[in-house]
């Protein structure tokens, strides 16, 4: 029987040793933190030409998050590769010879690239808002206002569960071509288009990119965007559940199939 503490450093070992999953993780902070930060400067000097309403709910916190739709796509290709690199190159099969207890693998795996993907998102998350607030100037915000903390440190909870989200769906499908070919167009178009739609909005906002990016916000009904029937917490909690009916469709799948 392996040990615990064996497992996490090989799956650590097997992270670091794969280039695409270090430069994911690159492109996640690097793509957040430069979007937010040009967002956050046309917004700046653009501030007096937004609509009445916009300019009534604006939320400089949020704002300074704008990078996060496309560093989260990066967040979800290094999650599905932690997974999905096994299966493509076949040492999956070795893996379980060596850890034949498959809990044992599946959440080790996830603990470790799970921590990874916290700090990644943590270090992008804080400085996307301090770059972001910079830049805004008389139009930001302080770390010390009400609830932005909050907001600051839900940003880098949101982008290691998008991770660990992709992961089980990852071990479910086996596949890492299948597993982006399905989140890609999921989190990138179709949650954004029906969230716009009459009547879908109202089930697209319990998806989990929707729900789980509400824990960013500050303002209520930021930059005059629809009210959610749930709080910036509840909306982490959906995002959470969604996680976890993820990992289990994934222990599941790998408990009872072959490599």
Do not use: C
């Not at 979800?76 to 997974?83: D, E, K, N, R, T």
């Not at 009400?146 to 479910?172: C, T």
């Not at 559940?241 to 009872?256: Q, R």
């Amino acid at each position: 029987m392996a040990s615990v503490p064996a497992v996490l450093r090989s799956e650590w070992t097997k992270i670091r040793s794969v280039a695409s999953t270090t430069w994911t993780l690159v492109s996640a902070f690097a793509v957040t933190v430069a979007l937010g930060g040009l967002l956050s400067a046309l917004l700046s000097s653009n501030f007096d030409d937004l609509p009445a309403p916009e300019r009534a709910t604006f939320d400089p916190t949020l704002i300074s998050f704008s990078g996060m739709a496309l560093g989260q796509l990066a967040m979800v290709v290094f999650g599905v590769l932690v997974v999905g690199t096994e299966y493509s190159s076949g040492m999956i099969r070795t893996s379980l010879a060596a850890v034949p207890q498959r809990a044992t693998f599946l959440f080790s795996k996830v603990v470790v690239a799970g921590v990874l993907a916290l700090f990644v998102g943590m270090a992008t998350s804080f400085l996307s808002f301090f770059l972001g607030q910079a830049l805004l100037g008389e139009h930001g915000t302080s770390i010390g206002e009400e609830n932005v903390l909050r907001a600051v440190i839900g940003g880098g909870l949101y982008m290691s569960l998008i991770a660990i989200f992709s992961m089980g769906v990852a071990a479910m499908l086996r596949s890492s071509m299948l597993s982006l070919g399905i989140l890609m167009p999921f989190f990138f178009l179709v949650s954004q288009i029906l969230a716009a739609v009459p009547y879908a909005k109202d089930v697209a906002r319990y998806f989990p990119d929707q729900a789980g990016s509400k824990i960013m916000q500050v303002v209520p009904q930021a930059m005059n965007s629809a009210e959610a029937p749930y709080g910036p917490w509840g909306g982490l909690g959906i995002m959470l559940i969604w996680v976890a009916v993820a990992l289990l469709g994934g222990f599941l799948v790998l408990k009872e199939r072959d490599a």
